[in-house]
């Protein structure tokens, strides 16, 4: 059945399969980034499995549900990636990512919780001060963090 399908769906080529893909799906992803910091205004940085091997640390990341608020996918995702609770402040960047991809980032606050790794996305999380963060950290990452604007990128 599945070669069936794929067959089927390299045949509709180009204008066709994104005419498919524009009925069944959102018409956009929005990436929603946490800047959370802690009351040492420490930053928490994650290593990320499923990201690059050469820059894998970064912020909590992750994708907004449909219809959810953006500040709330901030909270989600910290207490799925980490297992702490933040809340969520300013918006520091909307923009338009690759694509159909929407960039949102928050600045966030820690608020609770017990630091626990989700091991299927996360391999290490740490806390950073901005003038010692780590090798491999991504670079848009690196300006959300030391309030730089993301499009010196």
Not at 58 to 74: R, Y
Not at 106 to 128: C, H, K, M, N, Q
Request: cysteine-free; hydrophobic content about 45%; charged content about 25%.
């Amino acid at each position: 059945m599945e070669r069936l399908i794929a067959w089927i769906w390299h045949g509709l080529r180009g204008s066709l399969q994104w005419r498919v893909l524009w009925m069944a799906h959102a018409k956009f992803m929005v990436g929603v980034t946490g800047i959370v910091r802690d009351d040492e205004k420490r930053v928490l940085l994650l290593r990320h499995r499923m990201w690059s091997e050469t820059s894998p640390w970064g912020l909590p990341t992750g994708f907004a549900a449909k219809g959810e608020d953006f500040a709330s996918t901030v909270i989600r995702e910290v207490k799925e990636e980490t297992g702490l609770d933040v809340r969520a402040g300013r918006l520091v960047r909307l923009t338009s990512g690759f694509q159909l991809r929407v960039e949102v980032a928050y600045e966030a606050v820690l608020v609770g919780g017990t630091l626990s790794v989700d091991p299927f996305e996360i391999l290490e999380a740490r806390w950073f001060t901005p003038d010692d963060l780590p090798e491999g950290l991504q670079d848009s990452h690196r300006l959300l963090i030391l309030g730089e604007s993301a499009a010196a990128i």
